[in-house]
């Protein structure tokens, strides 16, 4: 577990890294547009900034056809073949299989201002200086740089047949560096779905790690990469291809299925837990662009859009209000005209199936267990507009939602026939009182739990159209089938998202559950699927801690997102997450695993909603935890 834990110790950092020295800029995405060079980011090439003008280094690069020989490579990247061929472990005639990385030794000296190595290469027709970077050469060179180092090319008209001088990108270790033993900088392209801890974990071997390589390229832990980018990667020892340990880049197993525990899966664990954090900050960064997108979209037609105006109180009176711009008062025929496939039952058929909605039947509040056709069923009696939930439940069809099965109206009262739920409310499972003993959920049975939850918000946001946003998602809105398998119930506050995900409309009535509302709604009313992904963070922690947060936050005399942080920190994190976790659980749980649940809760309270991943990004960090819990459990249960 040793070399696990260490990994472990490292993908935090990855998160919480502070700086010690700091090197070069980071280009990112700026090298995609060629018009524009960020002197300050480093699009033109890595400064020079050291004593040394020269010094050996090394590039990656993906073979690629035509670029995929000894040769071939050797004379785009002006590098010597025979060391091509020795770093890689190969004949000096070989040719790699396609996408291999492969290491390229070249020499790398200081030009004016910038660090480089420089190559000629001669244009093809329909090269633009963008292709030659991008493409032929994968990033490795800027078409900003290209375009400064060739004043007599036209940046416009690439004929072909042209040589043109190709600086590549490389830089040589600071004073700081080689006095921390770095010697070597490699110039590492960067490819789809990198993660800064999945690339030092290639060159782990070659003494790269996380938190030198976030500094050398003046990166925060929670940065993300861009490919066809360079990051500059400080090496202790001459790299070689027999040291690297590549990617696994094949998907993680179906979350159904239990792995074996082998002992060759902690390494794939490692990459499971590496693939979830850059998931979930893959996931941030997606949904801030797709936020901003869509801010920026909405702003152009706000005069077009009213402030709606939505109170739950105004629903909770039997009025006329309109529905959906469709005026119609509240009849089970409109209901049904509206809703042709709810079954209409008669009140005589719940009266039979319920014993007169006797107190033996009564679950809680005014929902009844009752039995019709032989179907176990759950009665909710309702007043007021229901229209718009029924609706909402009509057009779902998902496992992970409670299923309407149909309606009956009945002197001014709705009741609601849904499926029933053996195992009841989540929160009667979720007690750290100790006042429920017989009942209990292990930590893999919350996980579950936590990606039905995780599934059934994902269909309501991404899969209903128009989305929905449930709006009141707690423990006490989580039903429990017979097999501990989660139901979001109580869509009494659901409403529509607006057109897009990450739309967002204004309310002027706050209505919800306090302790799990977003910031942005308590404060403007903001509704978008985001307060979803908010209610969500808080949710796992409650289920994760045993308590209500309002609890937590009194018993830890701490704000949530303190207390996060605190559950984070990589010295002494751990042992405080034991001591916040349900005791019911009894220390039986992967505290590694904890941590990155724990982490993805914070993440979904960003006070920002842009910030906040969308539920399908936690569905899937949330299944490659489930399935790694699975594996965790076995050896575990025969304890
Ligand atoms: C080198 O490290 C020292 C602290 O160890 C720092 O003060 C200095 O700025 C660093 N130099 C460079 C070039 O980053
Ligand atoms: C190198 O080439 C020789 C023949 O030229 C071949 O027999 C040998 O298998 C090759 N080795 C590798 C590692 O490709
Ligand atoms: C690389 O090219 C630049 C631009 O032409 C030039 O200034 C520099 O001296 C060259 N460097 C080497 C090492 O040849
Ligand atoms: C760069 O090239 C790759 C293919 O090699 C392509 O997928 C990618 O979209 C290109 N980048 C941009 C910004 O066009
Ligand atoms: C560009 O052209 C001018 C004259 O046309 C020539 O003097 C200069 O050397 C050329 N520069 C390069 C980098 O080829």
Same mark, same amino acid.
């Given at each position: 577990m040793d070399s696990f834990q260490f990994h472990f110790f490292t993908a935090s950092l990855f998160c919480f890294f502070s700086f010690i020295v700091s090197q070069q800029p980071y280009a990112g995405s700026t090298t995609?547009?060629?018009?524009?060079?960020?002197r300050s980011t480093g699009n033109l090439g890595y400064?020079?900034?050291?004593?040394?003008?020269n010094c050996h280094s090394f590039l990656t690069f993906r073979s690629r056809s035509?670029?995929?020989s000894v040769s071939s490579i050797a004379t785009l990247l002006g590098s010597d073949p025979s060391e091509l061929s020795r770093v890689n472990s190969v004949n000096a005639s070989a040719t790699f299989p396609p996408d291999k990385l492969v290491l390229v030794p070249t020499t790398c000296s200081c030009s004016g201002q910038f660090f480089q190595s420089n190559v000629s290469f001669t244009t093809r027709t329909g090269d633009s200086y963008f292709v030659i970077a991008n493409e032929t050469l994968q990033g490795l060179s800027t078409c900003q740089s290209l375009i400064s180092q060739n004043p007599n090319v036209s940046v416009t008209s690439i004929k072909g047949g042209e040589r043109i001088l190709v600086p590549l990108r490389c830089a040589c270790p600071t004073k700081n560096q080689t006095d921390m033993g770095f010697n070597y900088l490699l110039s590492y392209l960067v490819v789809f779905g990198d993660t800064v801890f999945d690339i030092a974990q290639i060159f782990e071997?070659?003494?790269?790690?996380m938190g030198i390589i976030l500094d050398a390229n003046e990166l925060q832990g929670s940065s993300f990469v861009n490919p066809f980018t360079t990051l500059l990667i400080p090496l202790k020892t001459e790299p070689s291809s027999t040291g690297m340990k590549e990617r696994n880049s094949s998907p993680p197993p179906p979350p159904s299925l239990p792995t074996s525990p082998s002992p060759a899966s902690k390494r794939t664990w490692v990459y499971i837990l590496v693939a979830v954090v850059g998931g979930v900050v893959l996931a941030a960064v997606i949904g801030a662009v797709v936020f901003f997108a869509c801010v920026r979209k909405r702003k152009k037609k706000t005069e077009h859009t009213p402030i709606e105006i939505d109170s739950f109180e105004s629903t909770e009176k039997t009025s006329e209000k309109k529905l959906d711009g469709d005026s119609s008062s509240i009849t089970l025929d409109s209901i049904s005209s509206v809703v042709q496939s709810v079954k209409a039952y008669t009140f005589k058929e719940l009266q039979d199936a319920t014993d007169n909605f006797s107190s033996t039947h009564l679950?809680?509040?005014?929902v009844y267990h009752g039995t019709i056709n032989g179907d176990s069923a759950a009665i909710k009696k309702m007043n007021g507009d229901v229209s718009k939930q029924i609706n909402l439940l009509n057009k779902t069809n998902h496992t992970n939602l409670i299923r309407l099965s149909g309606v009956c109206f009945e002197e001014g009262h709705w009741y609601l026939v849904f499926e029933y739920?053996?195992?009841?409310?989540?929160s009667d499972w979720?007690?750290?009182?100790?006042?429920?003993?017989d009942r209990f959920l292990t930590w893999t049975q919350r996980i579950q739990i936590a990606v039905d939850v995780a599934t059934g918000l994902n269909y309501l946001h991404s899969f209903t159209n128009p989305p929905h946003v449930?709006?009141?998602?707690k423990m006490d809105n989580i039903l429990l089938d017979d097999d501990f398998r989660g139901k979001i119930s109580n869509?009494?506050?659901?409403?529509?998202?607006?057109?897009?995900?990450g739309e967002f409309t204004l309310t002027m009535h706050i209505v919800g559950t306090r302790g799990y509302m977003a910031p942005e709604y308590l404060e403007n009313g903001l509704v978008s699927t985001k307060l979803d992904v908010y209610s969500f963070g808080i949710l796992i922690i409650e289920m994760l801690t045993g308590k209500e947060v309002s609890e937590l936050h009194r018993k830890e005399n701490l704000q949530l997102t303190d207390l996060l942080e605190k559950v984070l920190d990589q010295k002494d994190g751990k042992e405080y997450l034991n001591h916040l976790? =349900? %005791? !019911?659980?009894?220390?039986?749980?992967p505290t590694e695993l904890a941590v990155l649940v724990m982490n993805i809760a914070k993440l979904c309270m960003n006070? =920002? %909603? !842009?910030?906040r991943p969308s539920m399908d990004d936690i569905v899937q960090s949330l299944c490659r935890i489930l399935s790694s819990s699975l594996s965790w459990e076995l050896p575990n249960t025969s304890v």
């Open positions: 995609a547009d060629c018009a524009v060079t960020h400064f020079c900034n050291t004593p040394n003008r035509p670029f995929n071997s070659f003494g790269a790690d679950i809680k509040g005014s739920a053996a195992k009841g409310v989540l979720i007690d750290s009182n100790g006042s429920n003993n449930h709006k009141d998602l869509f009494s506050l659901a409403r529509s998202a607006g057109w897009e995900e976790m =349900d %005791p !019911s659980l009894e220390g039986n749980f006070k =920002d %909603p !842009s910030q």
